[in-house]
């Protein structure tokens, strides 16, 4: 197996593991999708970098159903997958800690947002906009949480991998 393989198997086996511990983990918003967004599209120097984790996220969704804000989901996925290709490109504790979360952030900004645009449930005011993003700030905390937690896992996974492997080139495949 060449070096090149040897690394996407590695990023995609960390990513599959993480993808499936969505079916173990039970608190709202605790999840490594954004993790899983930032890791791919920092380590795969290619349009994988965007058809990997989103196969991931998609398999996972299939099982848990899809909602009337997948989009706002996926989109803002794919702005994390972006922030990953953008600003974790030579992975570091830094850049990894600021990314994932920016990534929690934006996700909380865009998904909201859209909850609030499209669900009915608030006024159309910037009372009823208040009211949405307070109304999340308990699931924003899992977000946080789980998308530092589960980046510091999956690129150290990494680097201890190719530390052992003795390979550190990013994904060309």
Sequence with gaps: ?????????????LIAIAAFSRFFIGLPNFTPVLAIALFGGA??????????????MFITDAYFGFHSTMF????SFLLAIWM???FVSK?????VAVTSIASAVQFFI???????ATSGIYTYDFAGLT????????????????SMLFSVLMFGSYA??????????????
């Design 91 to 95: 992975p570091n504790a830094k850049n």
């Design 160 to 173: 201890l991998a190719n530390k052992y492997s003795k390979s550190t080139v990013a994904i060309e495949a």
């Design 84 to 86: 990953g290709r953008k």
């Design 110 to 116: 865009i998904t909201n947002f859209f909850v609030w």
């Design 131 to 146: 009211a949405c993003y307070t109304a999340a700030i308990p699931f924003f905390r899992n977000t946080l949480t789980s």
């Design 1 to 13: 197996m060449t070096e090149k393989n040897t690394n996407l198997f590695i990023v995609i086996a």
């Design 72 to 75: 706002a989901v996926y989109g």
């Design 43 to 56: 380590l795969i120097k290619n349009k994988l970098a965007y058809v990997i984790p989103i196969v991931a």
